[in-house]
């Protein structure tokens, strides 16, 4: 029999047994502490810049640098701090790294901070740059080059085998959430402003035009992840934003020109409805004039491309302005770059991944923060009342619930499910690119004569509009997008469409190249049609 134990020893052998336990639960808890501390250390690690993208902003720096100090020999005086050039430009580098950062550390598209960092310049400068007519002048002639590369770009990407396939689906996508978006926005500021009917429609097309570039990005990376690829909606967004786009330019070039060209009516009504026509007769002329010269084999065949498309789009930009077709201007670019790009794809250059896209990539890059940081820097924060805030809010988002609702229900009489169509209406949130390039159209195209006070007060309230417009939508739909698309789209990894992450060609093979390492997309590699 064995010997009775008595009770100082159990007394000590659950003493032992609970600091053995302690000391377990006590290296436990020291190992989840160390892999949380490493998992954020992984986090924070993958969103630093890599040593290679140190070296690429050294690079642009020292290049930007000599560049400003090169222009001190030539300008002089306008140039040095203190001056409106030098503050115009120093507004710009800070937007561009702010935006930067921005999409580095949260979800939000760089257009965002870019276009934030110019409202509160405008806001906190004791001097109005744009005052000065140099500085005005370099804005008002950089908003005839941003179209030429936005409308350059997008074109060169779109994925015309899945447009043609699924036609009717894109194009109702592409206008019917505009028209009834426009029509709404007119209705509305003529009940809340008073604006007449014609400046509402002129707002309202401007407002009307959806940003894919916002959102493609994120619908790409779903995509890679396999959400949404049974019905290929990044394809759908990507495409049928582009055509929202192209239906944009080509009405409100036809409205801002039939509303302020001074000629006799029945001239801007002939020229209205013909504006369009002559558009896609110019594009496609130059467009084929693109593929037929130089030669496909010549070396310089890239560059000489790139500048045929750029100086024939610049030319049209100002000839339209100047003989007030605008409408002929934004429609024979775009048409021009399409027909280009398909052509080319004949030839092994691949849609969305020719030189010629790789170069207007490029100068997007360049232009993108210009563009929106000066853009921001139209919000007159003084001329608006807390009063006058609500109702603009109101507006803006009175229209843009029933938008979503219009392409909620066409994705659903497109054959989506619910699940996906509540997310094409998400996509169809942001407004940045065009609106951000016609920010202050209405002001320049103001009449030379019988001008009232209201007309340009209503003019100075369309800048005001659409900067608030920008900053709102295009946050809220990147953070949408992201949030509600894996919750939102089925997850069809083993379905993969194989024209899905294809560039479009007759010989080149397949690749894919969407993802960069840290999941986090540069928009400059979709197609952001805009």
């Keep these: ?205 401007i407002l009307s035009s959806v940003s894919p570039a916002v959102v493609v990005p994120t619908t790409i990376a779903l995509g890679s992840k396999g959400f949404g690829v049974k019905n290929q909606i990044s394809l759908l967004v990507a495409n049928a934003g582009g055509l929202d786009t192209a239906f944009t330019e080509g009405m409100f070039g036809v409205i801002n020109s039939a509303i302020f060209s001074q000629s006799p009516p029945i001239y801007r009504i002939v020229k209205a409805l013909l504006a369009i026509f002559i558009g896609i007769g110019l594009g496609v002329t130059w467009g084929v004039l693109a593929d037929f010269l130089p030669d496909h084999s010549d070396f310089y065949a890239p560059a000489i491309r790139s500048l045929h498309i750029f100086a024939g789009g610049t030319f049209i930009m100002y000839a339209g302005g100047y003989l ?98 509540i997310f094409i209406a998400i996509t169809w949130i942001p407004k940045a690119i065009v609106e951000a390039v016609l920010v202050r159209v209405a002001a320049d195209s103001l009449w030379t004569e019988g001008t009232t006070a209201q007309d340009r007060w209503i003019a100075r309230h369309h800048a005001n509009m659409i900067v608030i417009a920008i900053l709102l939508t295009s946050t809220l739909g990147s953070i949408l997008t992201t949030v509600l698309g894996p919750i939102l789209l089925s997850n069809d990894a083993k379905v993969v469409p194989e024209d899905l992450f294809q560039p479009q060609t007759c010989s080149v093979p397949p690749h894919s190249d969407f993802v960069r390492e840290n999941n986090t997309l540069d928009t400059l590699q979709y197609i952001d049609a805009q």
């Design 1 to 205: 029999m064995a010997p009775e134990l008595s009770e100082i020893d159990i007394n000590k052998t659950k003493k032992n047994r609970l600091t053995v336990t302690f000391e377990m639960n006590s290296k436990t808890k020291r190992l989840h502490k160390n892999e949380w501390k490493n998992t954020c250390l992984q986090k924070m690690s993958s969103t630093l810049p890599s040593v290679s993208e140190v070296k690429q902003y050294i690079s642009v720096f020292i290049c930007a640098t000599l560049l400003w100090a090169t222009s001190w020999f030539v300008f002089k005086e306008t140039v040095l701090p203190g001056s409106d050039i030098f503050t115009m430009i120093a507004l710009i580098v800070i937007g561009y790294v702010f935006g930067h950062t921005l999409e580095r550390y949260t979800t939000i598209n760089p257009v965002v901070g870019m276009t934030l960092v110019g409202a509160l310049g405008r806001i906190f400068s004791p001097k109005n740059f744009l005052d000065n007519p140099s500085a005005n002048g370099i804005d008002f002639h950089l908003r005839r080059i941003y179209p030429v590369i936005i409308l350059t770009k997008g074109p060169l990407s779109w994925n015309w085998k899945y447009i043609k396939n699924n036609s009717v689906k894109v194009f109702t996508l592409a206008t019917l959430p505009w028209i009834i978006e426009c029509l709404t926005t007119a209705f509305l500021t003529h009940v809340f402003f008073a604006f007449p009917w014609y400046w509402g429609i002129h707002l309202g097309a």
């Design 324 to 421: 007030s077709w605008g409408g002929i201007s934004g429609v024979a670019i775009m048409v021009c770059a399409g027909a280009a790009a398909t052509r080319w794809a004949r030839r092994d250059w691949p849609i969305n991944n020719n030189p010629v896209s790789e170069v207007y990539k490029l100068l997007w890059r360049i232009f993108e923060p210009m563009l929106f940081t000066l853009s921001g820097y139209f919000l007159e924060v003084s001329e608006i009342t807390l009063k006058d805030f609500g109702l603009i809010v109101a507006c803006i988002f009175s229209a843009l619930i029933i938008r979503m609702l219009t392409a909620f229900l066409v994705a659903v009489v497109n054959g989506l499910s619910v699940k996906e169509s």
